[in-house]
């Protein structure tokens, strides 16, 4: 059972375009982290938010923590070839002793 | 700059054979995780370490036994490997297991069972 469901699974954008990816779940989490990874590389934190409504900047990246706590978004504008990877959000739910619990990812692609 | 290793990037071995996948971490961390990524699935874990010589079962650890003799060091090992173990197998450490730490992540290593 997936407990964070992650969309869209693939996205293939041109530059300069805007972007959102969610994260979704019926658990509530303590905290919520979004992770980049590159071809060949691990994932590499971007942030981290654990308030409810929380809304984190990033450059052209921003997040935001659910009211609930329950999901959260990662809105990219205008973006470039060098945003292109893999995107998960991570979550640490109460009822799982603060293990990390990952979504699927979404892979994105951004055109010149 | 804090640092994960893996041994292998790429690996390719036959069923049946007993395979170990090794992790270092040089940034003196107490927990230390071994995951696999797979298309679709995102990252699964396997086994965690809190300690030295402690270890705790993920929510996939069939097939798979960890050990953790060092603090910096936490190998994964396949007793026999099947090729549906065939995946990308990333360690990862972290100051803390709970709370809001970040885990640093090795580059992966990417293992074929043929």
């Known amino acids: 059972t997936q407990l964070l469901e992650q969309s869209p699974q693939f996205l293939s954008i041109q530059e300069g375009e805007n972007l959102t990816v969610y994260c979704n779940s019926s658990?509530?989490?303590?905290?919520l982290q979004w992770y980049r990874q590159e071809p060949g590389e691990g994932p590499v934190l971007l942030v981290t938010v654990v308030t409810g409504g929380e809304v984190k900047k990033l450059k052209r990246l921003t997040f935001q923590f659910g009211d609930a706590r329950k999901d959260s978004s990662l809105h990219i504008t205008a973006a470039q070839p060098g945003d292109t990877g893999l995107y998960l959000c991570?979550?640490?739910?109460?009822?799982?002793?603060?293990?990390?619990?990952f979504g699927q990812g979404t892979e994105l692609s951004v055109k010149p | 700059d804090v640092k994960v290793t893996q041994s292998s990037r790429y690996l390719v071995k036959r069923t049946g054979e007993k395979v170990f996948l090794e992790c270092v971490q040089d940034m003196d961390h107490e927990n230390m995780f071994w995951y696999r990524q797979d298309p679709g699935l995102g990252l699964r874990l396997i086994y965690f370490s809190y300690d030295v010589k402690m270890k705790e079962k993920g929510d996939i650890p069939e097939g798979y036994s960890v050990s953790r003799e060092k603090k910096e060091r936490f190998s994964l090992i396949l007793e026999s490997a099947s090729t549906n173990q065939t995946s990308m197998y990333l360690c990862?450490?972290?100051?803390?297991?709970?709370?809001?730490?970040?885990?640093?992540f090795g580059p992966g290593t990417r293992l074929t069972v043929l």
């Open positions: 658990s509530v989490f303590s905290s």
């Open positions: 990862a450490s972290s100051l803390e297991v709970g709370g809001i730490g970040e885990q640093f």
């Open positions: 991570a979550g640490r739910a109460y009822n799982q002793g603060g293990k990390l619990i």
